[in-house]
């Protein structure tokens, strides 16, 4: 499904989250100190 909108699994992942409504945050995190 990334492939066919160009985004990555994780881009994906967010925008459905976003979707989800107002009361439902994406907390991103990472697991590199240069991400940071």
Known sequence: ???K???TPAQLALAW???QG???VPIPGTTK???L
Do not use: E, M, S
Request: proline letters at 0%; a positive charge; one cysteine or more.
């Open 1 to 3: 499904l990334g492939k």
């Open 5 to 7: 909108h160009g985004c």
């Open 17 to 19: 989250v976003l979707q």
């Open 22 to 24: 107002k009361d439902v």
């Open 33 to 35: 100190i240069k991400n």
